[in-house]
């Protein structure tokens, strides 16, 4: 008998190939006998506001309520998840809160992309070759962030919207550059616009960006078993230890977080950036062990980092 499933994504051209991805995946696996996937788009509170900046967005807008925690392009997502409207969902992992709403749950992600960010321009070939008071276009605290560390010169402007319509900003001259993750490029094959890739200890990434993450009903157990084949153990075990920093920290889009984590045999090594509020102090730091206790490494590294950072500021 054919099981019908809805999955529920972002309208973007990069989310639509996204779930195109855990569809095509989930054919090969399963066959279209036995499965049928509808694809339904689902306009998020942070699609609504192209012009906002995120941090405001989220400072002005309650996106909690007495049991559930909802991020700014998931919230509407998941409620249609918790009512049953959508069999379940695909994210960008990086996009979701570190703790999710009651009853769901995102355990599976397929093999994820390069984790780090590029940077794009019409006219110039790095950050560094830019010229004294040069313009970026970002709607990341973190990437103005690490930026600033090494050019206190460059100005900001916000850009948000999806991939082609940062690249018609930079066509506009809005901004002489931009910085965007090569995963979302790479998967619109639009990498070929990429002026230098960005030194991942320089530059390190948000937690779980390149991952594609799977969200689905707790209670919903054979959405979940055709589901299970798709999980990249690597992926899942490296997503966890960065979930489990960006929790402690309780990171938001007011937040500047960064980290990676990556396996080497039985090991797993992360790495962790955060900085003050006023970006004025940053504190930085990797620590190492078993790739089983990812969560819990992680969760100490947040722990190490938050108490540098109250050192450095005093």
């Known amino acids: ?4 499933l809805i999955i529920g994504t972002r309208g973007s051209p990069l989310a639509l190939i996204q779930a195109q991805m855990v569809a095509s995946r989930l054919y090969k696996i399963h066959g279209k006998n036995k499965i049928n ?3 339904k788009t689902i306009t998020t509170g942070g699609d609504k506001s192209q012009t906002q900046n995120l941090s405001m967005i989220e400072s002005t807008k309650k996106y909690n309520n007495e049991q559930n925690k909802f991020g700014l392009f998931s919230k509407e997502i998941e409620l249609e998840l918790l009512k049953g409207k959508i069999d379940f969902a695909v994210h960008s992992a990086k996009d979701m809160v570190s703790t999710l709403p009651d009853g769901l749950k995102m355990d599976i992600f397929i093999k994820r992309e390069n984790i780090q960010d590029g940077f794009l321009s019409l006219k110039y070939n790095s950050i560094m070759q830019l010229p004294k008071g040069a313009i970026i276009g970002t709607s990341s605290i973190r990437r103005r962030a690490q930026i600033l560390r090494f050019r206190k010169d460059i100005k900001f402007v916000e850009f948000r919207g999806n991939i082609e319509t940062r690249l018609k900003k930079l066509e506009n001259n809005i901004a002489d550059g931009t910085i965007l993750a090569l995963a979302g490029l790479k998967r619109l094959k639009k990498d070929d616009k990429i002026r230098e890739i960005l030194d991942l200890e320089k530059f390190p990434p948000a937690p779980a960006q390149g991952a594609i993450g799977i969200e689905y009903r707790k209670d919903d157990k054979k ?3 055709l589901l299970a084949p798709l999980n990249h153990q690597q992926t899942y075990l490296e997503v966890n230890a960065e979930r489990s920093f960006l929790r402690e920290i309780d990171g938001s889009c007011r937040t500047p977080i960064a980290c990676f984590a990556k396996i080497e045999k039985n090991e797993i090594i992360i790495y962790g950036q955060i900085f003050s509020p006023n970006l004025q102090y940053f504190a930085d730091g990797k620590v190492r062990g078993d790739s ?3 969560e819990i490494l992680g969760k100490n590294l947040a722990k ?4 540098k950072l109250e050192q450095i500021k005093k």
């Open 292 to 294: 089983k206790k990812g």
């Open 304 to 307: 190490m980092l938050l108490s």
């Open 223 to 225: 959405t979940a078993s």
């Open 37 to 39: 996937l509808t694809i």
């Open 1 to 4: 008998m054919q099981t019908k």
